[in-house]
């Protein structure tokens, strides 16, 4: 069983940025495809981003490409994601997510994709 922590959301003006962290339990972080979802009030969770074992891989939905950055620290169990220009379209319940099962892609686009996940960071972004 793998347990994950969101932290970092927050309250930001339009145009700042916040970092998104996760930090995974377990001694197998390093074999888990990631990913980041969010889902604001009254719509369905989304994708936003996704990053494969090893980091070499990632991809990000297009809202949020070029200004999203998801990485990875496999020696402390932890994945961030980097959040600049911020706008209140992003405002949304941003959750962390691991696939534990066995993997054949890099990475992965859907919530069914995925087997454990956090409990969610609140991110607010006022215009």
């Known amino acids: 069983q793998v347990q994950l922590v969101e932290s970092g959301g927050g309250l930001v003006q339009t145009g700042g940025s916040l970092r998104l962290s996760c930090a995974a339990s377990?001694?197998?972080?390093?074999?888990?495809?990631m990913g980041w979802f969010r889902q604001a009030p009254g719509k369905e969770r989304e994708f936003v981003a996704a990053?494969?074992?090893?980091?070499?891989?990632?991809n990000y939905a297009d809202p949020v490409k070029g200004r999203f950055t998801l990485s990875r620290d496999n020696a402390k169990n932890t994945v961030y994601l980097q959040m600049n220009s911020l706008k209140p379209e992003d405002t949304a319940v941003y959750y962390c997510?691991?696939?534990?099962?066995?993997?054949?892609?890099?990475?992965?686009?859907?919530?069914?994709?995925?087997?454990?996940w956090g409990q969610g960071t609140q991110v607010t972004v006022s215009s």
């Open positions: 997510a691991a696939r534990g099962r066995y993997s054949s892609n890099s990475y992965y686009y859907r919530s069914d994709d995925y087997d454990y």
């Open positions: 377990g001694r197998t972080f390093s074999t888990y495809p």
């Open positions: 990053i494969s074992r090893s980091a070499g891989s990632r």
